[in-house]
């Protein structure tokens, strides 16, 4: 694949001999949404974990646009362009939420003064100003997603991976943030990976998707390609992702 991108190539990662992940690799391209897909416990977000830095691998490494960062601390890996989302949110419940956002600036060294400014802008964009002075800890689940991505969006990084932004959220929700996403790539020409259990909204954004059960990419290819992949239906065989006909 032509062009800048985050890639893993080969990486294994095992916990007390457990295999987590086995041999995987992918490609996030700059520009364009790239999905991860996989029943629960196929070492999704391991994976991610990898290409943040959050897990050192076994084997294998991780590249950003050629340059190797696999021995690159979270922090570092940050500054370098490429930010990351959690299932869980983890924002600051104590702070309103422009100083959710300010403070990540001030952490990757602007001023306090710029690092507002800048928040003040990325909530603007995303369409979400009215929640600035919201204390962060009171926000419905669907909007601490939002503004999770609006943190991860300040000072413009190059590769955002979003693991599990659409979880519980409204089909009218989920269209909001596909819309969201495909700005990002557009906009901002972030190269976007996202990590989802709702497979009709990856079959819908993503350009590529990679398919992992039990740690390894059984498959990867374009949106069509996975909706008629046996390997696809056999993976999520008696899930409920299987069950109500996303992937049938």
């Known amino acids: 694949m032509t062009g800048n991108a985050l890639t893993s190539v080969d990486i294994s990662v095992a916990f007390e001999g457990l295999k987590a992940l086995h041999r995987v690799s992918l490609s996030i ?54 930010a990351r989302t ?55 689940y669907t909007d601490e997603r939002r503004v999770a991505i609006g943190r991860a969006l300040m000072l413009n990084p190059q590769y955002l991976l979003l693991d599990e932004p659409a979880a519980g959220m409204s089909a009218i929700e989920a269209d909001e943030l596909i819309s969201l996403i495909q700005r990002i790539a557009d906009e901002i020409g972030c190269g976007v990976l996202l990590i989802e259990h ?17 740690g390894e990419v059984i498959e990867d290819g374009v949106p069509a390609a996975i909706k008629s992949s046996e390997k696809v239906r056999h993976a999520y065989m008696g899930t409920q992702a299987d069950a109500e006909g996303d992937i049938l």
């Open 198 to 214: 709702n497979i009709g909204m990856v079959l819908r954004v993503c350009e590529h998707i990679y398919v992992l059960d039990s």
């Open 86 to 140: 959690f299932q869980s949110g983890r924002l600051f419940g104590d702070l309103p939420v422009i100083d959710n956002l300010a403070v990540t600036g001030v952490g990757m060294g602007l001023s306090r003064r710029d690092a507002e400014e800048r928040a003040e802008a990325v909530l603007d964009w995303i369409g979400i100003s009215a929640l600035a002075e919201r204390q962060a800890g009171s926000l419905p």
């Open 29 to 82: 391209p700059s520009g364009r949404v790239t999905g991860l897909i996989g029943p629960n416990g196929a070492g999704k977000t391991t994976l991610v974990n990898v290409l943040t830095g959050f897990q050192k691998p076994d084997t294998g490494h991780v590249s950003m646009d050629g340059l190797q960062i696999d021995a690159a601390a979270p922090h570092q890996i940050r500054h370098l362009g490429i």
